[in-house]
Every structure is written in structure tokens, then in C-alpha cells.
């Protein structure tokens, strides 16, 4: 029953992610008054939500060895092909992230947030949208065994 809960957990953290992360790069595109921010942090939170489900439910599938052994998914490319796609999600994050963070903390006080960077992160948030995509390619692609080494 733990393994469908953790396999259930981490699909839907996909939904959320790819749903949230489009959103913030739409809520990005359109009107950063007080409302259309609150767009922004609302679509951004749940990217983290996506994000903390997919770390905290993959880390313990792969370590509690709870679908294949911790030395098949090390092994297989399209699993490593996943992770450097994850990598990189988790590395075009960084400015956003901590902009965002910034950006809330600004709003919170009544200043003025310099909003010039929100295209460029909507334009960030296209791009992870993309990769994660490649991601569900890599992953289907290792539940079906490709990529697996024979011994």
C-alpha cells in the first residue's frame, strides 16, 4: 500500500508542478500590480508544493528500495537522464527563487518591487516546463526497463 501512496504522491506532484509552473510564467506575463503578484507567489508556492512532493516521495523511492533496487535506478540512463533534468530544473530555479522571495518580502513591507526581471523568469519558467516534460519522457522510458544495463 506504501508504494501506490508514494507512486500516487509523486504523480500528482507532477500535475501540480507542470500546472503551477506554467502559471507563474503566465501570472509573470500580465499586470505585477498588488493582485497580479499575489498571482505570482500563489502559482510559485505550488510549484514548491510540486517540488517538496517530488524530492520527498523520490527520495524515498529510491532509497527504501521500494519499486526497483537503489543500484537499477543508479545504473539506468534514463533514470540519470531524468535526474540531470531535475538538476536543471532545480538550477534555472535558483534567480527565481530567490527573486520571488525578495519580491514578497517587499510587497509584505509596502515598497516598490522592481519587477524589470519578470519576463526573463516567466521566460525561465517556459523552459522548465519543457524539461519537466522531457522528465515524464525519461521516466516512463525507465518504468518500461529501457536504459537498463545488462549484466
Known sequence: MTR??????HLLALGIG???????????????????????????AWWGIAAALWIGTGL???LAGMEKSTTYYLQNR???????CFGLILLLELAP??????WRGQLARGHAIDTRRARAFGTISLIQ???LLLMVLFAAAMARGYGARVP
Request: charged share 20%.
Open 97 to 102: 527563487m530567490i527573486t520571488l522571495a525578495r
Open 129 to 131: 516546463a519543457g524539461v
Open 78 to 84: 534514463y533514470f540519470l537522464l531524468k535526474m540531470a
Open 4 to 9: 501506490l501512496l508514494l507512486a500516487t504522491l
Open 18 to 44: 507542470l500546472g503551477a509552473v506554467w502559471a507563474r510564467r503566465s501570472a509573470l506575463r500580465g499586470a505585477l500590480d498588488p493582485a497580479g503578484l499575489r498571482r505570482v507567489f500563489t502559482a510559485d
Open 60 to 62: 524515498w523511492r529510491l
